[in-house]
């Protein structure tokens, strides 16, 4: 199944290069918008006194990179059962013995796959165009958070795929979960910035704790021990995810069973 999807993705070469092409005017965007009013070293000291966040680029291109890759999982392993159901082989891929579950995560690490091209693609070239100042302590931490982050968001994958093909509106919910959740988890500025409502909606969210991760060990200086804060509660989404996805699934088998057709759930 990794295979398959990973064929279909390296198929239309275009559409390899065209995905770490298309997110840089959405970077050159965010970063305008702060050179616009300060230059960078002014807005460098003024997000490092404040949020204690020492370069802008930097936090705009990893909080970018960790958005690409939740929306890799919504389109592509949230929305893959739907997909299946519209290519009329959803009850096959069902009726094989394999775990359902299993399944979903197969959808999810070939969706890491492609997201690992966006990682290293976007990452260069950002690094190149906008600038980016590395403040690396612990390489060892860098690799916890990237993990880390890139299993909660094969959580939401799974999640997401079992609650999509529940409620046949995987287009719809991926469509109108997007601007919320980039504006919520911070990707473009500190989450510490937003008002005291929209905080408590941002720190349920896995894509929060990625990014946050992500930037306390890239350009933070952050070390593994400082990671605990962070991590534990992204760790504590990803079962919730897995678990509450585990079950949705369940109860898209047991409508199955009731009306005879996955097709028509």
Same mark, same amino acid.
């Given at each position: 199944?990794?295979?398959?999807?990973?064929?279909e $993705?390296v198929?239309?070469?275009?559409?390899?290069?065209?995905?770490?092409?298309?997110?840089?005017? *959405?970077l050159? *965007?965010n970063?305008y918008?702060?050179?616009?009013?300060a230059?960078?070293p002014q807005?460098?000291? @003024?997000?490092?006194?404040k949020?204690?966040?020492p370069?802008?680029?930097?936090?705009?291109?990893?909080?970018?990179?960790?958005? *690409?890759?939740? /929306?890799?999982?919504l389109?592509?392993?949230?929305?893959?059962?739907?997909?299946e159901r519209?290519?009329?082989t959803?009850e096959s891929? $069902?009726?094989?013995?394999? /775990?359902?579950t299993?399944?979903?995560?197969a959808?999810?690490?070939?969706s890491l796959l492609?997201?690992?091209?966006?990682i290293?693609?976007?990452?260069?070239l950002?690094?190149?165009?906008f600038g980016?100042q %590395?403040?690396?302590a612990?390489?060892?931490a860098?690799?916890?958070?990237l993990?880390?982050?890139?299993?909660a968001l094969?959580?939401?994958?799974?999640?997401?795929?079992? $609650?999509?093909? *529940?409620?046949?509106?995987?287009?719809?919910?991926a469509?109108?979960?997007?601007?919320?959740?980039?504006?919520?988890s911070?990707?473009a500025? %500190?989450?510490?910035?937003?008002?005291?409502?929209f905080?408590?909606?941002?720190y349920i969210?896995?894509?929060?704790?990625?990014?946050?991760?992500l930037r306390?060990?890239?350009?933070q200086?952050?070390?593994t @021990?400082?990671? @605990?804060?962070?991590?534990?509660?992204?760790?504590?989404?990803?079962v919730?995810?897995?678990?509450?996805?585990?079950?949705?699934?369940?109860?898209?088998?047991a409508q199955?069973k009731?009306s005879?057709?996955?097709y028509?759930?």
């Amino acid at each position: 199944m990794i295979l398959r999807h990973f064929k279909e $993705f390296v198929s239309y070469r275009a559409s390899v290069v065209a995905t770490i092409i298309w997110p840089l005017p *959405l970077l050159a *965007l965010n970063v305008y918008q702060y050179l616009g009013l300060a230059s960078g070293p002014q807005v460098d000291e @003024i997000l490092n006194a404040k949020y204690g966040i020492p370069n802008f680029s930097g936090m705009i291109i990893l909080g970018t990179i960790v958005y *690409l890759l939740y /929306n890799r999982m919504l389109w592509g392993t949230g929305a893959s059962l739907q997909e299946e159901r519209f290519s009329g082989t959803i009850e096959s891929l $069902f009726l094989t013995p394999a /775990n359902r579950t299993t399944m979903l995560f197969a959808f999810g690490f070939s969706s890491l796959l492609e997201g690992a091209w966006w990682i290293v693609g976007v990452f260069v070239l950002s690094w190149a165009i906008f600038g980016l100042q %590395p403040a690396i302590a612990d390489w060892a931490a860098v690799a916890i958070a990237l993990v880390s982050t890139m299993m909660a968001l094969v959580a939401v994958g799974v999640f997401f795929a079992s $609650f999509f093909v *529940l409620t046949r509106a995987s287009d719809q919910l991926a469509t109108s979960l997007m601007a919320p959740i980039r504006y919520a988890s911070g990707v473009a500025f %500190p989450i510490s910035a937003l008002p005291a409502v929209f905080q408590l909606f941002a720190y349920i969210l896995p894509v929060t704790y990625g990014i946050n991760a992500l930037r306390t060990t890239v350009i933070q200086q952050g070390t593994t @021990i400082s990671l @605990i804060g962070t991590l534990v509660p992204l760790y504590l989404v990803t079962v919730v995810l897995i678990v509450v996805g585990h079950f949705t699934l369940k109860s898209v088998e047991a409508q199955a069973k009731k009306s005879g057709s996955l097709y028509k759930i």
